[in-house]
């Protein structure tokens, strides 16, 4: 039992979400993005659960591909921020990993330290996010690099968009357009899209897309878009009502006495705060769903509990639950609240129990029938 904030996470959403995100790529093939322990969802639980359906999988290091590795999963695992040092080329090589190549010092690893089974690598171009990648007059001299070696498989031609979820942005077009230039006559297969690329650019999803947020549903959109009325969200995160007061007006409620309530109030307290990974910056009037009614957060959200104004909502007693996020408040709602994005409130999740509902594949056989 204990204390109530729980995370409860619906494994058959999420492969709804999967086969939506399918839909949307086509002939193209699906890698869910289950980095960050699946977004707080859990990497291994997410991961076996989409087992019977997912092309792949994209983990952001070998730390985490492992961890999949070491729970059965044998589809293809691709390292989206590649390798850091030439060591961890034995494991890629072992235990059969795609990796992402990014850098000059990557390739003069492989070409130092080549391997011994067949590996697919994704040649990472920056055509306009400015982080990791080859410079679109650099890219083939890398491709060309990387073909030469006796070793490598498959070369996926890839790119990722900085603002694929601004509609009213031309940035993600001309994007496109930088990497459909330099690489027009390169053969291999194409990977560009995020969840924002795959829903909003029909143009650009190629054989393989990379969604993440739409996965767990949530739109990858700040502002209303239809996909979220066709996705499910994945997570639903709740605690409890713990403490029920009446308070005065003029009364103050929470660290730093800056909400005053204005008429006699009645307070819960939920069990749940920013050490849970609730953001404490999430502003006066963030809802908070219970028995039914959106009620609005006051004062500060603290360590290990908010509070909430119930003087609107009949009935509510000690113990009854209280819904942060999930099927009945948009995530993207407290999001926009906290000033932030759905993706740091989920990968910000801490110390709360999660439970899982819905189907778990069963396990695997042997690892040695593992696939490239």
Known sequence: MGRPATATINLDALRHNYRIAQQLSGSGQVMAVVKADAYSHGATACATALADIASGFAVACIEEALELRAAGIKQPILLLEGFFEPSELEMIDQYHLDTVIHHQYQIDALVAHPLDHPVRLWLKMDSGMGRVGFAPDQYRTAWEQLNDLTFVKDIVLMSHFACADESDSDHAQQQLTTFNTYTHDLPGQ????????????????????????????????????????????????????????????????????????????????????????????AANGTPVFINGYRVPLVGRVSMDMLTVDLTDVPDVKIGDRAILWGDDLSINEVAHGAGTIPYQLLCNLNRVPVQYQGILIPDYADFDEVGI
């Open 190 to 281: 194409r990977s560009f899209c995020n969840s924002a690329g795959l829903v909003a650019l029909k143009e650009a999803r190629g054989e393989w897309n990379r969604p993440g947020l739409l996965l767990y549903g949530v739109s990858p959109f700040p502002e209303t878009h239809g996909i979220e009325q066709k996705i499910k969200p994945v997570m639903e995160l709740s605690s409890a009502i713990i403490s029920i007061k009446d308070i005065p007006a003029g009364s103050s409620v929470g660290y730093g006495s800056h909400w005053i309530a204005k008429r006699p109030t009645r307070i819960g307290v939920v069990a749940i705060g920013y050490a849970d990974g609730y953001p404490r910056h």
